[in-house]
């Protein structure tokens, strides 16, 4: 998972130092040039996909068994381009292009059909990167052959299974899949930066910056960058081109203290558009911010001690706490005859959170505040439009679920949320643009005070202040509350973290942090209060830590 | 085999001048830098070695006339190996009752793919340190598990002491220099893969291509530097059908050349994917064989699968000193254990055998000995065994067989295998020698085993001591003298000492199996040169096969 993508405040993007970089430019505007050019050869890939998804629909069919109601077919054309340099030199330089099949295929009916029983996995296939109609005809005819012997079976078996059990009448009532309007949806190609050179001589030179601090025992910058186009075509007659542009650069930095505790740190930006990717020279600061605070934390001692009581989540932290508890909010259905299920769902209408928060999914919304949004996406990998505002948390209820076109009890209707994963070439329920906002707000300078009021309140002499987390704690302070001085701590972890936390909330930051982070390989952007002050939370030292002794060569020279 | 022989040895003093390059050159500071207080330590290390390997490569697949993929990458890759204690007894020592193995995939294991001195230094200083502690703890079980347990039958030491070696090889540059243009091969690719289009039998016809440049280096204590170079295009044409009973029937024809030059002509890889194609139509039709035991022919490329999988493994130093191993011929040298007109030879060093490019080959192996000639079996009298630096009793050196894919430790591994007989007959002869022995037990006929994908052994004790050959193409040949008869579905199966007790006789024909052979430490290329042979009498079982329908539709 992903950390922090603060920008510094004198943090300059791509946008303003383009012209630092000229020639590079000018190079990776001669390729989009030619990926524009390309694009109008693009229906081809549907047309293919079209006709040779409508023959299956109507010539798959064995014997008695019934014919594929509902066939979707998604070729996923993607260029990657992948490096990574340490101390200025290349460790990594891949750039390669690919196209990856996902089928998906149904017998029954919508009502009942073969999914919500048994696994239905299916291994990606690659399909020609030739613009050819047979081509991809054979990879999608070589697909659907597959899982439409697997789905006829699967079907029978869940019908027999369905009539040996007393299933509950409202969960055999509930449909296997919701239908959708036919759709229409094409795009241009992303204009993407992939001039090779460009990013190579970014990653050796933002990489190089890490040679003053020979503390720093590795340290490596990564460049991932993905130009991925999907191709949609189901049996609806739903038809998409959307393009999913993706831009990553990872920091990743590796330190030991004196008694032997590991530390590393990582450190990702994420975007959709070059423009928003930091600039060389903004990158090669933040570099060494990281660095010197990483070096800070090998200095800072160990948490000796347990704790109780309130505790602020600060800019990066906030999100990631957040995010940690936001799969509650995805609706999982319950297999007919077997166990699983997100019974979060039944909570619906009732008091989730503090009446304080509220949550919404603006999935289908490009701009917020002025800003791009990168967790914004036109369709779902089920040809679903998101909303453009939908209210999951309501003052603290919960109202709505993240939900594809699989239906559950309290959620019938999908929202849109059946996301693309391109780390494994399927769809997956995910959120796109999250914004948690409180009613309850304060000036941000305001907040620090309430930490300590509320510590105070309980006799203690010190609380706690997060500022780095993912999944535990990395950069936190213990705040005295009798000065309000902050001492940086490691080797802390909280204990039972969970959505119930979230009941009890104190206040929150009244100005919004945006933060991307990536989940399967799309984004999702987070807007969130700046910091979040937690009532009640428990923090103890890590006893899982292993000290290592100190190295026998000195380093080298 | 002489005029090879002679090219090598001119090829050896070519290299007597010795140079250096600057990676050499850093990974040897490095290594005494940080030797210097390791072999100071209560527990001492008394050998560390360094090996990179720089792997540059391009993989590209086509698929009825189009392109899969295309993709170039590059590599620079490390691993160490670090020991303490002596060499009569190290951290490597096999624990007796225990599983597991020495170390697995290396972490952190990528170098920067310039001489960054500073960066390279670093991690191979970061690594040394992880892998000392590693080897100290794990030399602590060692002593506990040799106090505990039994004696070892076998009271070799743990590590050969070696004269170390210089050589180098001057870098063979980019795909360029050796003459590999990707955008040619993809088109080759392309008209390959698409004889199959014409067929709608064939389900699945690809073919792919790997390019790989690999500069090996090795460093140790000891004071051996290597710098080798192994060049690879390995050229696969793949087809498939499945018959109607559901069985999965695939072919394939590789080829494998250091130089590319040494490929085959398209018109040669064309024809050859043309009767492929033809062979599936056949197959999906052939009848499905039952059980059987009895004579059987096998071709010279089946006999190398053959060979490999039952007698080369069961030759491998190293595996014969693990106690779990069932060490079938350690106890045999002077013994007959083939019959008396074959013998058994490995070869790293040949690159070609009549003209035939050897997927096997290396100068040095990856402890940085070099690869020796072994004459392991003498008119059927086992004389030798292949060895890498760990030593067994009565061999106490190493041959050069010490292989490993750079993320893994090395073991004793084959190279290049040739079985010869001093007693060849013709085809016509085995034919007739197959017939003889089917009349003589009243079968209608006996087997022709044409072609094999692969198979694998098991060595160890734990489990029946047995191999498995797969094969693709296999006919029955009647007594009767009807024609040969295409069948399928079977596979060749028995345990080792039996079925070299019935090898009865050798061709005068040679067939090279070449290629990629997986045992503990990955991967490796390896061939094997075999004539037609005749089996008194082999075992087979109905193949496994999928329960699943041919396709529904035609192709597209």
Redesign the interface.
Known sequence: MTIYNHLPANMNTNKNTMKTYTAHFLASMLFLLCASSTGAQDNLIVAAMKK?VE??RT????DRLRSPFFISYTVIDAEHLNI???????????S???RGGIPFLLTGNYKRNNINFGQNYFYPR?????D?P??I??SI??DL??I??TAAENYEAKLAAVAQQNIDREDLDLPDFDSAAPKTLILEPAKMNLDKDYWEDYAKKSSEVL?KYPEI??SSVSVFIRNATSYFYSTEKTEFIVPSPYYQIHLNLFAMTDDGQELSRDLYFEHTAFEQMPSLAAFKDTCEVVARKLLDLRKAPMLDDAYSGPVMFEGQAVPEVFQSQISKLFVARKPLTENGGNNTEMMKNKKLVSRSLTVKSLSGTEFYGGRRLDGYYPVDAEGVAPDKELVLIENGVLRNMLNGRTPSKKFPRSNGHRRMNFSYYNSSIMPGNILLSSNHTFDPSAMKQKLLDAAREEDLDYAYIVRGFRGQPFEIYRVRVADGSEELVRGAVLQDLNLKSFKRVLGASNREYFYNTTAFGAIVTYIVPESILFEELEITRDNNIKL??P???P??E | MKKVILLLLFASLAQITFSRDNLTNILKS?IN??F???KD?PVPAYYLAYRVQDIQTHNI?A??????????????LYNADIRVGSHEMDNTRELKGSFGGRRGYGQ?N?????D?E??I???L??N??IQ??DAVKQFENVKANVAVKVASEDKSDDFSRESPEKYFEKPVGSFKDIGFDAAEWERKL?HYSDVF?ANKDV??GTSALTVEITRKYFVDTDGAEVAENACAFRLFVNASTTADDGMQLPLYKSYTASDIRDLPSDDEIMKDAEEMSRMISALRKAPVAESYSGPALMTAEAAGVFFHEIFGHRIEGARLKQEADAQTFKKKIGEYVLPRDISVVFDPQLKKYKGIPLNGSYVFDDEGIRGRRVEVVKNGILKSFLMSRTPIDGFPKSNGHGRAVITLDNVTRQSNMFIESDAPKTGSELRALLLEQVESENKSYGYLFDKVSGGFTTTGRYMPNAFNVAPLIVYRIYADGRPDELVRGVDLLGTPLSIFSQVAACGDDHGAFNGACGAESGSLPVSCISPTLFIKMIETQKKSKSQ??P???E??
Do not use: C
Not at chain 1, 126 to 130: E, K, L
């Open positions: 040779e023959r299956n010539g798959l069919k064995i990574s340099a340490t101390l200025g030199s290349l460790s990594r330089s891949l390669f292009r690919n690659n399909v020609s990167i030739d050819s047979e081509g005809a054979r005819w070589a052959d597959g439409y012997k040679k025992l590795r290592k002794t190295f026998i060569a380093r080298p | 490095e830098r940080n210097a207080p390791l330590r697949s698929s009825f006339g189009n392109l899969l993929y295309s993709v170039p990458r590059r590599q620079r952190d990528e170098l920067p793919l310039d960054n500073t960066a230094k670093n991690t200083w970061r040394t340190d000392y502690k392309k289009s389900y699945d699943t329908q396709p529904i539709l192709r597209p």
